[in-house]
């Protein structure tokens, strides 16, 4: 006998909703026979009830049972046909967590139960597993949404203003001494007020966060023999990891939005729309597969095998319009529940195709632009994915920043030292005019980072010539060899000072190149206090020491370089001269005949022709005149000091020195106007005059 009552429902909203009185549940499959709703007690660990939904409108399945409240745990099982060939892999055996599942109980055990075909038959994929998963695999939990905001406003930085640091949540605070164990690595650690004081000390306007979607943790079974940890396997889109709660509420994660918007910091997602932790056809099933294949993944001709061009197994159907529909739901729920500010799309490649190719009319693209929420937070794409024609910086639509692997490359080898990278790097100064200036893009389009959490961080980037992963157990098979990295004569750790010295200056000329550069600043945590990762420049599952935050036992050699962060970030936001939404033009803003931005060489005259050409120069300046104020940046990647002749304005103005990466100077002293100075080696110097 039912212990619930039970009537049809509605197909909308989708996933578990409780209206007071019991759960409306409703699930989209478009090829299903059967479906049927598995209640579980409060632990997961028993089936209790399972109903059969019979009412299926326009491809959803609902069902409504009066009486169910929040914190029902829950799961489908799926009914149809299982023929791989032809793209069908329904299997009732195993339970399927509900896609849109706002929280998760239960970790996933590797156990040969998760996947639907028998994996020790010789027909792999082919053949069918009778064993019930349900044992194995995480349940969906009915939530209640309600939440005191308390009167929460957003910060609302413009994305001109913005400064992003991009972090992993779990390893930001696994070593704070000031979290309690028991909230380390959560949530509800990283919302500690000394965590958050830190982040409003050290000026950023953003918190960038890795995913924190539900993701595949541990993955013990051959050909893994470590964690994933950065997280970019997620199987759920609305639902958090687990393990960063401290707690069983997903309020702990609106508790740490609310604090950080009262500390006037945003807060971006990382998000993972274009693949799922199933992956290709020998990967587990424990919910799109299982739910409706056909529709949830883009398959080959073949529909055996899947299309990727992620390079994770099966790329997301986004074009399905269920699937698109999902994507958009959750974006949404996360703008609207958590008042996230923004998302950072990983792969925004797969994600904008259409029949296999990149395109700016694809339903994703188009569904994003026209949104009234999505309006309200800002956008970030990664450009790029593996599959043919992926790569695509600076082919999104207005609206959209990007990642710039080219301002990243090119900063990278002039404070390398390598040739031929002056021109260059002035257009990645500049914003990058030549990838964004069309269609009336913003300056701001580009997003500029010189380090990530891919790829060596900035004490490493000045460490190591190569990558060092082996402890990643792929025999330093992975990870890439591009790194455009100098460790200044010594391959990793030393002693020696004039070593130590070079790699600092580099760093800070660095981090100073990207302050004094048009666009959006992206920093990675653990840069700021010069973290190292031993070389390793791909620690995905690295959840240690190698990636967490060392928040003690810094040197006082490298807090020098915590502090200079603080000065740059805090004088980018003083200045305001970055604060501008179109590219610059070389021409005069007004009568006096100054251009927007001038261009100057160590002789003070402005650059010609030949002086762009000039394969061995390591050094350049910009002047940028906005009508009240000058200020003049000078980047020496020279191994020698320089002299360097200021322009020689018409007027009696003096120059303030402002910025002095290299800290020979006593900083805010005059300079008379067209005099000559001695830049360090290595060195960026930034130098103001008020009008």
Same mark, same amino acid.
């Given at each position: ?43 997961? =660990? ?113 994305? @001109? ?13 696994? $070593? ?31 918190? +960038? ?56 910091? +945003? ?10 932790? @199933? ?146 790097? =002035? ?70 000072? $004039? ?50 935050? =060392? ?89 020698? +000091? ?7 304005? +018409? ?41």
């Amino acid at each position: 006998m039912a212990k619930f009552k039970i009537s049809e429902g509605s197909s909308y909203p989708l996933g578990a909703n409780y209206d007071g009185k019991g759960v409306n549940f409703a699930l989209f499959s478009a090829h299903a026979e059967k479906v049927e709703l598995c209640l579980f007690d409060a632990s997961g =660990a028993e089936e209790l009830e399972r109903y059969a939904i019979t009412v299926n409108d326009n491809n959803i399945w609902h069902i409504y049972l009066e009486g169910v409240k929040p914190e029902q745990v829950y799961g489908y099982r799926v009914y149809g046909k299982y023929k791989p060939e032809e793209g069908y892999r329904f299997n009732p055996n195993k339970l399927l967590i509900d896609p849109y599942g706002k929280r998760l109980i239960g970790k996933l055990i590797w156990n040969k139960a998760i996947f639907g075909y028998d994996t020790e038959s010789p027909d792999k994929d082919l053949s069918f597993s009778t064993l019930d998963s349900a044992p194995y695999v995480p349940k969906s939990v009915v939530t209640d949404g309600s939440y005191d905001w308390e009167g929460d406003e957003r910060p609302n930085y413009k994305f @001109e203003e913005t400064v992003v640091y991009e972090t992993h949540l779990r390893g930001y605070t696994m $070593l704070h001494p000031y979290v309690p164990d028991a909230k380390r690595g959560t949530f509800a650690g990283f919302s500690q007020d000394s965590v958050i004081n830190y982040l409003k000390w050290l000026g950023i306007t953003a918190v +960038e966060f890795l995913p924190i979607h539900a993701f595949f943790g541990n993955r013990h079974k051959k050909g893994y023999v470590t964690d994933n940890y950065w997280g970019y396997e997620s199987f759920s889109f609305f639902a958090p990891e687990q393990s960063y709660l401290a707690s069983n509420s997903i309020n702990e994660i609106k508790d740490l939005v609310k604090n950080m918007h009262a500390h006037g910091l +945003e807060v971006f997602l990382d998000v993972v729309y274009n693949h799922t932790g @199933e992956g290709n056809q020998l990967g587990p099933t424990l919910c799109y597969r299982g739910i409706d294949n056909l529709s949830y993944y883009t398959l080959s001709e073949n529909k055996r095998y899947y299309y990727d061009s992620t390079g994770c197994g099966a790329s997301f159907n986004v074009q399905n319009p269920y699937v698109l529909t999902m994507v958009m739901d959750s974006l949404r729920y996360w703008v609207k529940e958590f008042h996230i500010d923004g998302f950072r799309f990983d792969l925004a490649s797969t994600l904008s195709r259409q029949h296999t190719n990149f395109t700016q009319e694809s339903a994703f693209l188009y569904a994003i632009a026209q949104d009234p929420e999505l309006k309200k937070v800002k956008l970030i794409a990664e450009p790029w994915d593996i599959g043919h024609g992926g790569y695509q910086v600076g082919g999104f639509l207005p609206g959209w920043a990007e990642w710039n692997d080219k301002y990243r490359d090119t900063v990278r080898r002039f404070w390398k030292g390598d040739m031929n990278q002056t021109p260059e790097l =002035a257009s990645r100064i500049a914003g990058s005019s030549d990838v964004f200036n069309y269609k009336n893009r913003d300056i701001w389009s580009s997003v500029n980072f010189i380090t990530a959490h891919d790829g060596f961080n900035l004490r490493d980037l000045v460490s190591y010539n190569v990558k060092h992963n082996s402890a990643n157990g792929e025999e330093n098979r992975d990870g890439t060899n591009s790194n455009w990295s100098w460790n200044s004569g010594n391959e990793g750790e030393t002693d020696n000072d $004039l070593i130590r010295d070079n790699r600092l200056a580099r760093a800070k000329a660095m981090l100073s190149t990207l302050m004094l550069s048009f666009g959006t600043p992206m920093i990675v945590a653990g840069d700021d206090i010069a973290h190292t990762q031993q070389g390793n420049n791909n620690p995905y599952c690295q959840d240690n020491a190698i990636t967490w935050f =060392a928040w003690e036992g810094i040197s006082d050699y490298h807090k020098k370089l915590t502090r200079f962060f603080r000065k740059a970030i805090r004088l980018r936001r003083k200045l305001k001269i970055f604060e501008r939404n179109k590219f610059f033009t070389g021409r005069p803003i007004d009568k006096s005949g100054y251009k927007d931005i001038t261009w100057y060489t160590e002789y003070g005259t402005e650059f010609n022709g030949g002086n762009w050409h000039e394969e061995n120069r390591k050094c350049l300046s910009y002047c940028v005149y906005t009508g009240s104020r000058f200020v003049m940046c000078i980047f020496n990647a020279n191994y020698n +000091e320089m002299l360097w002749h200021l322009p020689d304005l +018409e007027k009696e103005y003096k120059w303030t020195l402002i910025l002095d990466s290299s800290d020979s100077f006593d900083e805010s002293q005059k300079v008379s106007n067209g005099s000559a100075i001695r830049v360090p080696a290595w060195s960026v110097l930034a130098f103001e005059i008020k009008k």
